[in-house]
């Protein structure tokens, strides 16, 4: 399945880091997606992008930076993490609209570690 | 808000057993249900979907009815098999206009032993 892919796929990094989750959709879709997915708790929406426009922010920490240049592509940019977010973070996308079932598809996900 | 409860795993099966896993959900409006699989080491991928009450979702063998009146939505599949162990996740769909928000449950850990 190559139609969400994301990257990297693992990474690790220290408390003052700085780096960038990348995800890029191929099916031509209009809306994109983060979430996070911890062990032991439910996934968490974190982001959603509709036609490249931020609607929805679910109280998430400011050191979690969504970007959306275009349809296709979405960031997530971290800086000074926690270990507590230390998770699989997932993108998706959908293609919006009032008609009909929006299907969400999902990347393969990144595991990120916070030392 | 909305929410969806599903049973909590392990649940361990041997192949050719029937699985059944229950979901129920709470939301305000008509909501669409999903549910979505997750293999080791992978994303979420949509395994069946309902729109509308009383509608069969199906694939790979599994269903889901959308029951209304018991606002419950469950998994069921006749004869499993060792591929079929995952992470099975129920969801529902707040549709709006601007992209759409999925509120998932828990998740359900099935593990099926040859």
């Known amino acids: 399945e190559t139609g969400v892919t994301q990257t990297p796929r693992h990474l690790v990094m220290g408390m003052t880091n700085k780096k960038s989750l990348k995800c890029e959709q191929h099916l031509g879709h209009n809306a994109m997606y983060w979430y996070k997915q911890s062990a032991k708790k439910p996934l968490e929406l974190m982001f959603v992008y509709s036609l490249e426009e931020r609607v929805e922010n679910n109280s998430v920490p400011s050191r979690f930076s969504p970007e959306c240049p275009n349809s296709s592509h979405l960031f997530l940019h971290l800086h000074t993490l926690q270990p507590e977010d230390s998770a699989l973070y997932l993108c998706?996308?959908?293609?919006?609209?009032?008609?009909?079932?929006?299907?969400?598809?999902f990347g393969p996900g990144t595991r990120l570690l916070v030392l | 808000g909305d929410s969806v409860t599903q049973m909590e795993g392990p649940v361990t099966l041997s192949e050719e057993a029937f699985l059944t896993i229950n979901c129920t959900y709470t939301a305000t409006g008509y909501p669409s249900l999903f549910w979505y699989v997750q293999y080791p080491g992978e994303g979420l991928q949509l395994l069946l979907k309902?729109?509308?009450?009383?509608d069969k979702g199906s694939n790979k063998g599994f269903e889901a009815t959308y029951r209304k009146e018991t606002t419950s939505f469950h998994l069921e599949k006749g004869s499993v098999q060792v591929s079929d162990s995952a992470v099975y996740f129920c969801?529902?769909?707040?549709?709006?206009?601007?992209?759409?928000?999925?509120?998932f449950g828990g998740g359900t850990r099935v593990l099926v032993k040859p």
């Open positions: 969801a529902l769909s707040d549709r709006k206009a601007a992209g759409n928000k999925l509120t």
């Open positions: 309902a729109t509308k009450a009383d």
């Open positions: 998706a996308s959908s293609q919006g609209g009032l008609a009909g079932v929006e299907t969400q598809y």
